[in-house]
């Protein structure tokens, strides 16, 4: 299973950007479906943004015309641009992948342990 490790959250104040990275320890080549997903305290996560691979996307309506997300295969890197922050963006947010395999059973795939995202002023 590819591993996932979260970078770049932080404390912005509300209509801040961050840029979120999730760095695969092997090929994203591989991976079928990737996405963000957040969960705020008291909530269930929810999805934020996926990627195909062959680069198609998909947003929450809450994010939407605000966030992008993007992946470099020959990095093994996968992105979130994150402009004009709400409070209620705040969040740890996660990054997840998928193979073609985990994807059609709907399994759960390989998740990174998070990164904190607080829009505050």
């Known amino acids: 299973q590819v591993q996932l490790v979260e970078s770049g959250g932080g404390l912005v104040q509300p209509g801040g950007s961050l840029r979120l990275s999730c760095a695969a320890s092997?090929?994203?080549?591989?991976?079928?479906?990737m996405g963000w997903y957040r969960q705020a305290p008291g909530k269930q996560r929810e999805l934020v943004a996926t990627?195909?691979?062959?680069?198609?996307?998909n947003y929450a309506d809450s994010v939407k015309g605000r966030f992008t997300i993007s992946k470099d295969n020959a990095k093994n890197t996968m992105s979130l641009q994150m402009n004009s922050l709400k409070p209620e963006d705040t969040a740890v947010y996660y990054c997840?992948?998928?193979?073609?395999?985990?994807?059609?059973?709907?399994?759960?795939?390989?998740w990174g342990q998070g990164t904190q995202v607080t829009v505050s002023s």
């Open positions: 997840r992948g998928r193979t073609q395999f985990e994807f059609q059973r709907d399994l759960s795939g390989s």
């Open positions: 092997g090929s994203i080549f591989s991976l079928y479906a």
């Open positions: 990627i195909r691979s062959r680069g198609s996307t």
